[in-house]
């Protein structure tokens, strides 16, 4: 007697394909330039902030440093990804109960502190650093009080310069006759119009001196 066949159902292949779909990945760069595999959006996130934030407060050229950075970070997402699976009960992105969660955190963590020291991007390092460039900072101050000067002589120049001219504008507006002010274009709205020309010139003198300034304190902060 034959035996009869199996039933075919279309669930049973669909929950194989969904069984065996591969999952998403997520990665992202080093500061060196390594690719870097990770397990969540989230780890992506954490890890790309903390690396943009690490190379915009402080300038790495020498590729040893860039190195060590990466350890940094690697470190510094392990923990954050402990962290995250501490929160939910100790159970990792799978739902896997993992031990000793508490631990590591601790162990990378004196790692971090180290690597950071060794870095010189600690807190302490950065303070130290601060008061070992005392003649560098009094040398800046010296420039600086130098190019504000100049930037004060250019207004004082510049405002003088001008002031003659609105004497001039004055005197021939006063001097003139309805004809002649229109000839010479000084009658008290072109002069008004003249004004206002000017103020926008002595704005952008200022302008720059200011974006110049902004430069000056940025810099102040990331030393």
């Given at each position: 007697?034959?035996?009869?066949?199996?039933?075919?159902?279309?669930?049973?292949?669909?929950?194989?394909?969904?069984?065996?779909?591969?999952?998403?990945?997520?990665?992202?760069?080093?500061?060196?330039?390594?690719?870097?595999?990770?397990?969540?959006?989230?780890?992506?996130?954490?890890?790309?902030?903390?690396?943009?934030?690490?190379?915009?407060?402080?300038?790495?050229?020498?590729?040893?440093?860039?190195?060590?950075?990466?350890?940094?970070?690697?470190?510094?997402?392990?923990?954050?990804?402990?962290?995250?699976?501490?929160?939910?009960?100790?159970?990792?992105?799978?739902?896997?109960?993992?031990?000793?969660?508490?631990?590591?955190?601790?162990?990378?963590?004196?790692?971090?502190?180290?690597?950071?020291?060794?870095?010189?991007?600690?807190?302490?390092?950065?303070?130290?650093?601060?008061?070992?460039?005392?003649?560098?900072?009094?040398?800046?101050?010296?420039?600086?009080?130098?190019?504000?000067?100049?930037?004060?002589?250019e207004q004082?120049?510049?405002?003088?310069?001008?002031?003659?001219?609105?004497?001039?504008?004055?005197?021939?507006?006063?001097?003139?006759?309805?004809?002649?002010?229109?000839?010479?274009?000084?009658?008290?709205?072109?002069?008004?119009?003249?004004?206002?020309?000017?103020?926008?010139?002595?704005?952008a003198l200022?302008?720059a001196f200011?974006?110049?300034?902004?430069?000056?304190?940025?810099?102040?902060?990331?030393?």
């Amino acid at each position: 007697m034959p035996k009869p066949k199996a039933s075919f159902n279309e669930d049973d292949d669909f929950d194989f394909i969904k069984e065996n779909k591969p999952s998403k990945s997520f990665s992202t760069v080093s500061p060196s330039g390594s690719p870097i595999p990770l397990m969540t959006e989230a780890e992506v996130t954490f890890y790309e902030d903390k690396r943009d934030r690490y190379q915009t407060d402080n300038k790495f050229t020498n590729v040893s440093d860039l190195l060590e950075l990466d350890r940094v970070l690697l470190h510094e997402v392990m923990c954050f990804r402990w962290g995250q699976w501490l929160l939910t009960g100790g159970l990792d992105y799978d739902g896997n109960p993992q031990l000793k969660l508490e631990n590591m955190i601790q162990l990378y963590s004196k790692e971090i502190r180290e690597l950071k020291a060794a870095l010189g991007v600690d807190k302490k390092s950065r303070d130290a650093n601060k008061g070992l460039n005392t003649a560098d900072f009094f040398e800046n101050l010296k420039l600086r009080a130098e190019q504000f000067g100049i930037h004060r002589n250019e207004q004082i120049i510049k405002a003088y310069t001008l002031w003659k001219e609105l004497e001039g504008l004055y005197t021939l507006h006063k001097n003139s006759t309805p004809t002649e002010r229109s000839e010479f274009k000084c009658h008290e709205a072109d002069v008004f119009e003249w004004l206002e020309e000017k103020f926008v010139e002595l704005d952008a003198l200022d302008e720059a001196f200011r974006t110049e300034q902004k430069i000056w304190i940025r810099t102040e902060l990331n030393n």
